[in-house]
């Protein structure tokens, strides 16, 4: 092969590449820089690649450690979902504190526990979508058996045995925090119907609160139906939300009824009493 066919060959080579530096640059600079700019990188065209190669894996691997921090949009809708329910549990705490006063601790705990209920089962259902069983295993997952002394597709298997198990896991304690959060949402509706609580409020503070219930009931489920594709939670919160506005309903059938019966105790007017006639006879008077 002669010099000019080896030159000729090193120019389509060369010419591609500059058009594509051309084209990356756009408007940056004045186009006859760019012009030079693209001459310069056709003509050392291998050089051009090999760093742009190891440019776009470097770039690749700062989207990939910096995703944690880029939100998608399912994200940012599921953090204001979490900010939501937040709100919707606060308020109900200090519904619960203006309605029971000194006896509102025992609600105010079992809030608490609703909420932490709640975040332990977000974050273990965000861990739970991000992995499958299938999946290859990492590298923390295969160092145990690397050290142990195993390597090749042993290595693998082990790793993914290791991997399948830590799903597992992941998937039993997350069904767990279900039940338990589940469990806790409940204590919040039964502690209403406790009577000595039930007896040191009137019955509209009473309502308020069973309305902050319902409210943040229903943030539950909308943070839920974000979360499980299947709903089984929040098919399970919306037996307690029904629940929960049906005693809100009765509260308010009980304070209507007390309403009318204080308006129509009022309104009755006090008629005087008219002696009625008796068939006694007269008394005559004695004669001597």
Known sequence: MRLSELITIY????????????????????RSRMFAKAVVVALCWPFALFFQFFSGQATIAEQINGGDEATSPDDEHLDAAIAACLDALHEAEDSAHETFGVQSEQIRHTLLD??????????LTRAATLVTENALPSARETELPRVAGRSG???????????RRNVARLCAHQTRARVELLHALAEIHEVIDRGYLAAS???QSVRRFSQSVVLFYGRVIALLSLLEPDQT???????????ACARVRALEVIARRRESLI?????????ASTPQPTNAKPLLPRTI
């Open 114 to 123: 609703a909420c932490s209920g709640l975040e332990r089962y977000v974050g």
């Open 11 to 30: 120019l389509a080579a060369a010419a591609p590449v500059g058009v594509a530096y051309f084209l990356q640059q756009g408007e940056r600079s004045p």
């Open 153 to 163: 597709d042993d290595l693998q298997l082990a790793g993914r045995c290791l991997h």
């Open 201 to 203: 409020a009137d019955g």
């Open 233 to 243: 939670a929040a098919h399970g919160i919306a037996r307690l939300l029904d629940a």
């Open 263 to 271: 308006t129509h105790t009022g309104n009755e007017s006090c008629t």
